[in-house]
């Protein structure tokens, strides 16, 4: 990781997600003007949204997979917790810098508005899902059937 300032730890951090299509959802439930930090990890999870460091390090350096909507909004990445030289927990953001996004670190005590999006996974069409899993069945009853022809050849040469 490294965009990582020198001097800073990572408290926790969460795994890779390998995600190249990316859905930005709001965290906060009807009513709510903002959370803190804690009840946003937990909401993270909850959506399937606790994307870390490593993803945010991707969309930085693959800026055109955010939406230009998101503009007006910060992306939040709470699936590392980084201490700072202060000893201050921070998660990395993104943010709209006039001209192209920028990654910084908001503290996790701090209150996360309507303004703040998660990032995961876009979830796919389900005619492509029916789609490919057609294809899948296929292969398995393809897989099967010669399975099946194999098993069938050995019982025939063990009961002769």
């Known amino acids: ?93 993104l943010y709209w810098d006039g001209g192209r996004w920028v990654l910084s670190f908001y503290w996790l005590v701090s209150g996360f508005s309507d303004l703040g999006r998660l990032a995961r996974g876009k979830s796919l069409d389900f005619r492509t899902l029916l789609k490919t899993d057609k294809e899948v069945l296929n292969d398995i009853g393809y897989r099967l059937k010669v399975l099946e022809e194999k098993f069938d050849a050995v019982v025939n040469a063990l009961t002769k």
């Not at 945010?56 to 997979?65: D, F, K, P, V």
């Open 1 to 93: 990781m490294k965009y990582i300032p020198k001097g800073w730890k990572i408290e926790s951090d969460v795994e890779p997600s390998k995600i190249k299509d990316f859905d930005f959802v709001s965290f906060l439930k009807k009513g709510e003007d903002y959370i803190g930090g804690t009840e946003l990890q937990k909401r993270a999870e909850e959506l399937n949204a606790n994307l870390g460091m490593a993803d945010a390090e991707y969309l930085l350096e693959h800026q055109n997979l955010i939406p230009a909507e998101l503009q007006d909004k910060y992306l939040i990445f709470a699936g590392t917790v980084l201490r700072d030289s202060d000893g201050r927990f921070r998660v990395p953001c």
